[in-house]
């Protein structure tokens, strides 16, 4: 079992900077991947980002890619997402996730809470 807790979120104009924490709990942590997925209004949760268990693969859908970075910490059992140069359109709830068996961007079997990211104009 795995519990997430996201941190980080807010409100942050455009162009800015904002940096998600989801601290998880458990000893297998290390062996998760682990991936960001956000759910607009009205819209349906999509994946973001995503990381392996040892940091070495990383996936990005396409709206983020140059502009957000996926990282772990494995001692402090914590991925980052670090978001540079944010759009309206990246308002959100983020929702961070982790995923026991593999690597892959859906199927996810653990979520956190989730928090809210709004980008001003």
């Known amino acids: 079992q795995v519990q997430l807790v996201e941190s980080g979120g807010g409100l942050v104009q455009a162009g800015g900077s904002l940096r998600l924490s989801c601290a998880a709990s458990g000893r297998t942590f290390n062996r998760y991947a682990m991936g960001w997925f956000r759910q607009a209004p009205g819209k349906e949760r999509d994946i973001v980002t995503a990381i392996s268990w040892s940091g070495t693969v990383r996936y990005y859908t396409d709206s983020v890619k140059g502009r957000f970075t996926i990282s772990r910490d494995n001692a402090k059992n914590t991925v980052y997402l670090l978001m540079n140069s944010v759009k309206p359109e990246d308002t959100a709830v983020y929702y961070c996730?982790?995923?026991?068996?593999?690597?892959?961007?859906?199927?996810?079997?653990?979520w956190g809470q989730g928090t809210q990211v709004t980008v001003s104009s």
């Open positions: 996730a982790a995923r026991s068996t593999g690597w892959g961007i859906s199927e996810y079997d653990y």
